[in-house]
């Protein structure tokens, strides 16, 4: 079984300044990592995914997250935020030896930005 | 392309009570997943649906059980219902069965409140 850690529940920061949002991960097996954003009112958005090769993967809104196998994170960060970042994030993973049907989702991370 | 439709958007049901969620999933797709999020939660998955059976089903009871039709659409069911089925319940759709081979898109949800 898997379990996603998001440390922490809000983060609040102003604009154009830079931010990390954290996530750990637990799981026996090989798995793929991905964050997704809600924003109010809205459904799951794929921010961006790790399946292999590259240990950095960015998106097309400015945000990076780099998987680190030995500490088990996939850690997002931006280095300038904008009011409209203002969401709600999810990290979640997905077990590679099931065939990968199913997401688990961390309890999320609310980010605030303040102007 | 109307993307992932849920419907109602919100649903008032007292306890005890039996339910049905609907919903299309995004045009093209052949897979549909359903989620429960709990307030102040990630989402949680509870089953998927593939070729009009029930692929995988997450760590929830009996009660909630689905169905898929020949146009892909679905419904989630939920007997016997209890307060702690309060949530939003999610319905993402893809390409095929794993997440790492298509992107789950996710509709907006169905807000249900039991009383």
């Known amino acids: 079984a898997q379990s996603v850690t998001q440390l922490d529940s809000q983060v609040p920061v102003f604009e154009e300044a830079p931010v990390e949002l954290r996530c750990n991960y637990s799981?026996?097996?090989?798995?793929?990592l991905f964050w997704y954003v809600q924003y109010p009112n809205q459904g799951l958005q794929l921010l961006l995914k790790?399946?292999?090769?590259?240990?950095l993967v960015e998106s097309i809104n400015g945000f990076e997250a780099e998987f680190n196998k030995s500490q088990t994170s996939f850690h997002l960060r931006k280095p300038s935020v904008h009011i409209s970042d203002t969401a709600e994030y999810f990290c979640?993973?997905?077990?590679?030896?099931?065939?990968?049907?199913?997401?688990?989702f961390g309890q999320g991370t609310r980010l605030t930005i303040n102007p | 392309d109307a993307g992932v439709t849920q419907s109602p958007t919100h649903l008032i049901k007292t306890r005890g009570q039996q339910v049905t969620l609907r919903c299309s999933p995004k045009?093209?797709?052949?897979?549909v997943s359903w989620y429960q999020q709990a307030l102040g939660q990630g989402p949680q998955f509870i089953f998927q649906?593939?070729?009009?059976?029930?692929?995988q089903r997450g760590n929830f009871p009996d009660r909630f059980s689905g169905h898929q039709f020949p146009n892909y659409s679905s419904e989630l069911n939920v007997n016997a219902l209890l307060l702690g089925d309060s949530a939003l319940y999610l319905c993402?759709?893809?390409?095929?069965?794993?997440?790492?081979?298509?992107?789950?898109?996710f509709g907006p949800g169905t807000r249900l409140t039991v009383t």
């Open positions: 993402a759709s893809s390409t095929g069965t794993s997440v790492f081979r298509a992107e789950q898109y």
């Open positions: 799981s026996s097996v090989s798995v793929y």
């Open positions: 790790y399946l292999s090769g590259s240990t």
């Open positions: 979640a993973v997905s077990d590679k030896g099931q065939g990968a049907q199913k997401l688990v």
């Open positions: 045009s093209g797709h052949d897979t």
């Open positions: 649906y593939y070729e009009e059976e029930e692929r």
